[in-house]
């Protein structure tokens, strides 16, 4: 009966499990708890998908991302606080450590409530630069929501992106073309330096906007922080150990109103002055996705089975030896699955993408495709065929697979790959080039033999004695 009910509650807590493959364990830190009401949706929505959510002040003392050097929590969520700081549980460095660590944090900004000092040394960190004038925010006097701002502009609509990964369903789902809306509303734009290659922007501001100081009272504006496309109002970055960074220029844009608010267009989006039709937005749907990115629920990859053998005529069974000899054809096959919200499936690259295989030593020997070869019932079967090099040495199998969105895949193989033996030089009758020497062996002997037989059988002649005794001939 014991046994029973141990099942019977692993099989609850099984049930419970967040769908993020990193773990369900998440921190909110928001400084007023009166706040959730407006987030209200937004963390029904996450605890509908299992995440376990801890909500935190930042000037509280209990706060920490660790216990006993290990992470406490998979997840971090920061709203905007109106502190200065965030406390010495939330330093810049123990902020890095978290993500060093595995962990993911998503953060967000608002115009309103001016960024900490601890977050502003964070993005700076990370390449991702702020206005310095703390008030700026981003207007658009062409896309904007004539019903929420008809005079300041501040609240920016934008289409909705077609997806993260061009190609793949499973992402973003919207048209990209204006027919479903994004509203932006009192956000923060960010400039993107130029030495990270791991960040990418996920949402960009429309070619008209710009970042404004509502209290400037100059009428014009000369020397701007950002316009356009520089703007990014959405931006992601993975660390090179596949943890996640997110920054939502508008925390605004996650709060209950604008799930389900109602916007309209300018006519910059499409619509023809004030008999433009109210739509509704989209944040909702695009806050799952970006949520669902940032705490990996999606786009996390997982290898599989991996296995390399002899491929010489016939298929050996001997899978994944430690020795190989120069000149093998081998085979080599790895297995992919993708995490997607609640469970595996078989991966599939975009379009004009694919998994590359790297025979090496130092430097790669062979740089090969992978083509998909089968699926299982949750991953895909990458294979290649070729043949070994003429060069004995420590050699690695190595898929070093590293794409935006998309969780890295690097895994290495060694083996060692063998000279000939001495009974494994193939006969020099085999060498066609070896055929004139032979010959001239052949010859050789064959002559040498001829001289010897000849001497051997050649009689002679009998000696004749004179008269006198002498010999003669």
Do not use: C
Not at 65 to 82: D, M, N, Q, V
Not at 199 to 207: G, M, Q, W
Not at 399 to 420: A, D, G, I, S
């Amino acid at each position: 009966m014991r046994w029973l009910l141990s099942f019977l509650f692993l099989g609850l807590l099984g049930v419970a499990q967040a769908l993020s493959a990193s773990g369900n364990r998440l921190l909110v830190v928001l400084e007023e708890l009166a706040d959730k009401s407006k987030y209200s949706k937004y963390f029904g929505d996450l605890e509908e998908r299992g995440f376990q959510i801890t909500y935190e002040s930042p000037k509280s003392e209990s706060v920490g991302l660790f216990t006993l050097g290990e992470r406490a929590y998979e997840h971090l969520l920061i709203l905007p606080s109106k502190s200065k700081g965030l406390g010495p549980n939330l330093t810049p460095k123990i902020l890095l450590d978290f993500i060093n660590k595995g962990g993911n944090i998503l953060l967000t900004l608002s115009a309103i409530t001016p960024t900490p000092t601890a977050l502003v040394s964070l993005l700076l960190e990370l390449d991702i630069h702020l206005p310095t004038d703390r008030n700026a925010l981003v207007v658009d006097h062409f896309n904007y929501d004539t019903l929420s701002a008809s005079e300041k502009h501040d609240v920016v609509l934008l289409p909705r992106p077609d997806t993260i990964r061009p190609g793949v369903k499973n992402f973003f789902k919207g048209d990209g073309k204006g027919g479903e809306v994004i509203a932006f509303p009192r956000g923060v734009g960010q400039s993107l330096g130029n030495t990270s290659p791991l960040l990418t922007p996920v949402l960009r501001a429309p070619r008209t906007a710009y970042s404004y100081n509502p209290k400037d009272e100059a009428e014009s504006v000369e020397d701007v922080f950002a316009a356009g496309q520089q703007l990014s109002l959405v931006t992601t970055m993975q660390a090179r150990n596949s943890a996640r960074f997110t920054v939502v220029g508008s925390a605004e844009m996650l709060e209950d109103g604008w799930f389900t608010g109602e916007v309209k267009r300018s006519v910059g989006m499409g619509g023809v002055g004030t008999d433009a039709k109210k739509v509704k937005t989209s944040n909702q749907a695009f806050a799952k996705e970006i949520t669902g990115w940032a705490f990996q629920e999606i786009g996390v990859l997982k290898v599989g089975k991996i296995e390399h053998r002899l491929n010489e005529g016939v298929r050996s069974n001997i899978t994944n030896p430690k020795i190989y000899r120069v000149k093998n054809d081998v085979e080599y096959s790895i297995e992919l699955s993708e995490w997607s919200w609640d469970k595996w499936v078989p991966f599939t690259p975009v379009a004009d993408d694919v998994v590359q295989l790297e025979f090496s030593m130092l430097s790669p020997f062979h740089r090969l495709d992978l083509a998909a070869s089968g699926t299982t019932s949750n991953s895909t079967v990458f294979t290649t065929s070729f043949k070994l090099p003429d060069q004995h040495g420590i050699f690695n199998f190595k898929v070093n697979y590293k794409r935006p969105f998309l969780t890295n895949v690097e895994e290495k193989n060694t083996v060692t790959v063998r000279h000939f033996a001495h009974d494994e030089y193939p006969r020099s009758w085999v060498i066609s080039g070896a055929w004139p020497w032979i010959a001239g062996i052949a010859a050789t002997i064959t002559g040498w033999l001829g001289f010897v037989a000849l001497w051997l059988w050649s009689k002679p002649v009998p000696l004749k004695l004179t008269t006198s005794g002498k010999k003669i001939q």
